[in-house]
């Protein structure tokens, strides 16, 4: 029986994809570098440092400082939580579930959304790129979590929307789902053989 479910943030709880891809864009175009959304995208679940050092070439720190930049000027209103989001991790503690994020963004962007969308009761623990040595899709994240929620792999879930996701819950060897609010389709989706696929976050209910 599962007992713990762990979330990415961006395209799994938030609706924040086409943000962070349009400013990725318009970060590249800055050194003249043509990126497509899809190649962009086929890099989600790293943190934006990583990407931003995956395309540019040279001037590696100045890209990532213009990047934090522009990251900063952006309202944290726009990065909004899907409307079934709430009501579903609301259902999950009801069940005496345990709620965990494990994302490639910052302590202060998380800190931020889970206290503007009044999402902080239902989190147990969240752990960002800041808190450990090697990012997804290495598991030490998940490893942190599990540690902290006292919670055997057996029982627990990794829920995402990018490959990255995927591969960091295989490599902790935890079940996994994907769901198809970010950057999968149904085809991608299958093709990196989650245990579950979910059209949104919402279906993890039929897992308690």
Same mark, same amino acid.
């Given at each position: 029986?599962?007992?713990? $479910?762990i979330f990415?943030? &961006? ?8 943000i962070?891809t349009t ?5 590249? +175009?800055k050194?003249?570098i043509?990126v497509? !959304?899809e ?5 989600f ?8 050092? @995956?395309f540019? %070439?040279?001037?590696k ?6 990047f ?8 944290? !209103?726009k $990065?909004? %939580? $899907? %409307? ?5 991790? +609301? ?9 965990a994020?494990?994302t490639?963004?910052?302590n @202060?962007?998380i &800190?931020?959304?889970?206290?503007? @969308?009044n999402?902080?009761? @239902? #989190? &147990?623990y ?5 808190e450990?040595?090697?990012? +997804?899709?290495?598991? !030490?994240?998940i $490893? ?5 929620l006292?919670?055997?792999?057996? +029982?627990? #879930?990794l #829920? ?9 819950a295989?490599? *902790?060897k #935890?079940?996994?789902? *994907?769901?198809l609010t970010?950057v999968l ?5 299958e093709?990196?053989? %989650?245990?579950?696929?979910f059209?949104n976050?919402e279906?993890?209910?039929?897992l308690?």
């Amino acid at each position: 029986m599962l007992k713990a $479910f762990i979330f990415d943030l &961006d395209g799994t709880l938030t609706d924040s994809i086409n943000i962070w891809t349009t400013l990725f864009k318009k970060t590249f +175009k800055k050194y003249k570098i043509d990126v497509s !959304e899809e190649n962009i995208k086929n890099q989600f679940g790293k943190p934006y440092t990583e990407i931003i050092e @995956y395309f540019v %070439p040279e001037d590696k720190k100045e890209a990532i400082k213009q990047f934090k930049i522009e990251k900063d000027k952006i309202s944290i !209103e726009k $990065f909004k %939580p $899907f %409307p079934f989001v709430s009501k579903t991790l +609301k259902q999950l503690k009801q069940k005496n579930m345990k709620v965990a994020i494990a994302t490639g963004n910052n302590n @202060y962007m998380i &800190d931020k959304i889970l206290e503007k @969308y009044n999402l902080n009761e @239902y #989190i &147990d623990y969240h752990i960002c790129t800041e808190e450990v040595k090697k990012t +997804k899709p290495d598991p !030490e994240m998940i $490893f942190k979590i599990l540690k902290y929620l006292k919670i055997e792999k057996k +029982k627990s #879930i990794l #829920i995402g929307d990018s490959p990255y996701d995927i591969q960091m819950a295989k490599n *902790a060897k #935890i079940k996994s789902c *994907a769901v198809l609010t970010g950057v999968l389709n149904k085809k991608s989706a299958e093709e990196i053989k %989650p245990d579950y696929i979910f059209k949104n976050v919402e279906g993890v209910l039929e897992l308690i």
